[in-house]
């Protein structure tokens, strides 16, 4: 087996945009989201992280799934460990870093390698081209020409669902004022709601929905404009100001439809011709993703339907070239029908809670367990809220195989950031157990003086 060099990019250039105009807020959670990728290291792997891990998360990782981490080699750029930011392309390859990784592989010639990044760009292309030169290094070519990177442009999605007659949102994809105000006039007449999606975003941060109807909330998107309040011009003046950004000019906008649940597929397509099916469940949103329900209750035949068209997909990118994890999303609509919303060809937020489960309760967990997942609550500290879950026994518990995981963790100056699995053998059982433990985290958050 190859060791791996992961690399936690999240939130570069290459999915966001211009860095310079992205939200602030939006890289407060970076690091959290980089630390999950700690679950899929192995003995003798390097990872690369924006910010240095606590050691007591690493140290509940080794609790969790023997993982010994003074076997792995944990680097943090320089340049950004203080921070809140991500791991650009310019940190990427720059000439410290560069040396900082060859230092570590030199400890280990006689391994082989494997480049495992959040989200393969051009950038780690050239890195795995410049590693190359000293050690056997696979680099799908596809991926290093910045093929995963079409698998993440929501203007590219829908060419390609067109492609292969996936279903997906009525709607048009433009690139001036002119033509964005003449199309949401135009859209609106279908539902009354429509939904303006920035090509290169994550999270639902770059989705505003403009509606003529009195609904207020709308799964998915960032912001709301309301008619009644708005006109169509200053609509159109903040989405210029706030969606169009330099590299970023493309927008989707698509026909806004009601939906009974928001689910999701993941798939890992292999260096050979191997598509291989991971999970799939349903998403919360509230309104703006928060979490899974895996499986989650899905009705068979929407299951069924919803696979078959994620397997197309899937297979289309493998034709392509594309190595690696790709996540795949749609809504049900409340009168049965399913339309594909995106096709994200990086690793998602799911990926480590698959890694997780298929770990701890084995490889046919889907049909024995259910588990939700929410995305980042705050407390005191680390090891406080976890001794509080060992003190109500709510942590997860081998011999059981239920209870809440911590997936993720990451300090701030006012309390520490988590993520939270929790396992049962059904949904109500599961239910109960995240109950008692979100609300454990709120009381302590909540008396701290």
């Known amino acids: ?28 959670s970076t690091a959290l989201v980089s630390n999950r990728l700690l679950w899929l290291a192995r003995a003798g792997d390097i990872i690369i992280l924006p910010r240095v891990p606590s050691a007591r998360f690493l140290k509940y990782i080794q609790s969790i799934i023997n993982i010994d981490f003074s076997n792995i080699t944990i680097l943090t750029p320089n340049e950004i460990a203080q921070h809140r930011t991500s791991i650009t392309s310019n940190i990427l390859l ?22 495992l990044p959040y989200y393969f760009t051009t950038a780690v292309g050239q890195l795995g081209r410049n590693l190359a030169k000293e050690l056997s290094l696979d680099l799908p070519s596809f991926n290093t020409e910045g093929g995963a990177e079409l698998l993440n442009q929501k203007t590219i999605f829908r060419k390609l669902a067109a492609g292969i007659k996936i279903p997906f949102a009525t709607g048009e994809v433009v690139d001036n004022i002119p033509a964005l105000k003449k199309s949401i006039a135009h859209l609106l007449k279908f539902t009354g709601s429509v939904i303006v999606k920035q090509d290169k975003s994550a999270g639902g941060d770059g989705n505003y929905v403009i509606s003529s109807t009195h609904c207020s909330s709308f799964k998915g998107a960032r912001k709301f404009f309301s008619l009644d309040n708005y006109t169509l011009e200053e609509i159109s003046e903040i989405i210029q100001a706030e969606l169009i950004t330099a590299g970023n000019e493309s927008l989707t906008i698509e026909v806004y439809y009601d939906a009974s649940a928001v689910v999701y597929s993941e798939y890992f397509l292999g260096g050979s011709n191997s598509v291989e099916y991971l999970s799939h469940g349903v998403m919360r949103m509230q309104p703006l993703w928060s979490g899974f329900e895996i499986p989650g209750q899905i009705p068979p035949k929407n299951q069924a339907t919803f696979i078959h068209n994620s397997t197309t997909l899937a297979l289309l990118a493998k034709s392509l070239g594309y190595v690696g994890h790709l996540n795949i999303d749609a809504i049900i609509t409340p009168d049965d029908k399913i339309i594909f919303t995106e096709v994200n060809g990086r690793i998602g937020g799911c990926t480590h809670v698959h890694t997780v489960a298929q770990q701890l309760l084995g490889s046919n967990y889907l049909n024995t367990h259910q588990i939700t997942t929410y995305n980042s609550i705050f407390v005191e500290s680390f090891q406080s809220y976890l001794n509080a879950l060992i003190k109500h026994n709510i942590n997860f518990s081998e011999s059981t195989q239920k209870g809440t995981l911590i997936l993720s963790s990451d300090q701030h100056d006012n309390g520490t950031a988590l993520e939270l699995m929790f396992i049962g053998s059904d949904i109500k059982e599961t239910l109960s157990i995240e109950t008692a433990a979100r609300a454990l985290a709120n009381t302590q958050y909540d008396q701290r003086p």
């Open 1 to 28: 087996m190859q060791n791996q060099i992961i690399i936690a990019n999240v939130d570069n250039e290459r999915m966001l945009g211009d860095i310079t105009a992205v939200p602030t807020h939006v890289f407060e």
């Open 94 to 115: 720059s000439e410290r870093l560069l040396t900082q990784i060859k230092r570590a592989l030199n400890k280990r010639p006689e391994l082989h390698w494997n480049i």
